[in-house]
T-cell receptor, first 115, second 113 residues
Framework: DAGVIQSPRHEVTEMGQEVTLRCKPI?????LFWYRQTMMRGLELLIY????????DSGMPEDRFSAKMPNASFSTLKIQPSEPRDSAVYFC?????????????FGPGTRLTVL | GDSVTQMEGPVTLSEEAFLTINCTYT??????LFWYVQYPGEGLQLLLK?????DKGSNKGFEATYRKETTSFHLEKGSVQVSDSAVYFC????????????FGAGTRLFVKA
């Protein structure tokens, strides 16, 4: 059984470029989360969806960041334009249920480097 | 606001030593508490959880007890192995009309053979 799938695994881009990160949650899960992990700030929740609807995007750092979930099996996190301070590992996670008390299953992450 | 505080790492132990990683939390209401583990190059995996006061979560020899009176959820293992070397995250989730999971900063554990 495939877990959460993220692509690409590594992305190197130049400042000002658009970056799109992709996530396929586990089939049957109805909650999806995007996190960012850095040494300085640890693991931060950026946004989460329930039944494809964004519920809380208060962690999205600024308007350069946007996330979509057009259907139950796909989500994207876009950064436009990218900046060096966006360099981090971005994780997608999914879970079943809407109350937050169930296990979250994490993908392997996308390591983003913005030069 | 809600927060989770973990002991700073790294923690370095010899194989078969006893492990404690302290975790305390601040939250209103009755959060659920979790320990996740992250191995190098991977995403986080759930290690154990507890959903109400005095519950004990356990898995793979690790255990933690939800202590509401001390707002703590310390992780313990009686005899660590080299394969336990990883980063451990304490986390809480509280239903706020949506919900939000707050993670601690993580504690890196090194186990020497």
């Amino acid at each position: 059984d495939a877990g959460v799938i993220q692509s690409p695994r590594h992305e190197v881009t130049e400042m000002g470029q658009e970056v799109t990160l992709r996530c396929k949650p586990i089939s049957g899960h109805n909650s999806l989360f995007w996190y960012r992990q850095t040494m300085m700030r640890g693991l931060e929740l950026l946004i989460y969806f329930n039944n494809n609807v964004p519920i809380d995007d208060s962690g999205m750092p600024e308007d350069r960041f946007s996330a979509k979930m057009p259907n139950a099996s796909f989500s994207t996190l876009k950064i436009q334009p990218s900046e060096p301070r966006d360099s981090a590992v971005y994780f997608c996670a999914s879970s079943f249920g809407s109350d937050g008390y169930n296990e979250q299953f994490f993908g392997p992450g996308t390591r983003l480097t913005v030069l | 606001g809600d927060s989770v505080t973990q002991m700073e790492g790294p923690v370095t132990l010899s194989e078969e030593a006893f492990l404690t990683i302290n975790c305390t939390y601040t939250a209103t209401g009755y959060p659920s508490l979790f320990w996740y583990v992250q191995y190098p190059g991977e995403g986080l995996q759930l290690l154990l959880k507890a959903t109400k006061a005095d519950d004990k979560g356990s898995n793979k020899g690790f255990e933690a007890t939800y202590r509401k009176e001390t707002t703590s959820f310390h992780l313990e293992k009686g005899s660590v192995q080299v394969s336990d070397s990883a980063v451990y995250f304490c986390a809480l989730t509280r239903n706020t009309g949506g919900f939000k999971t707050i993670f601690g900063a993580g504690t890196r554990l090194f186990v020497k053979a």
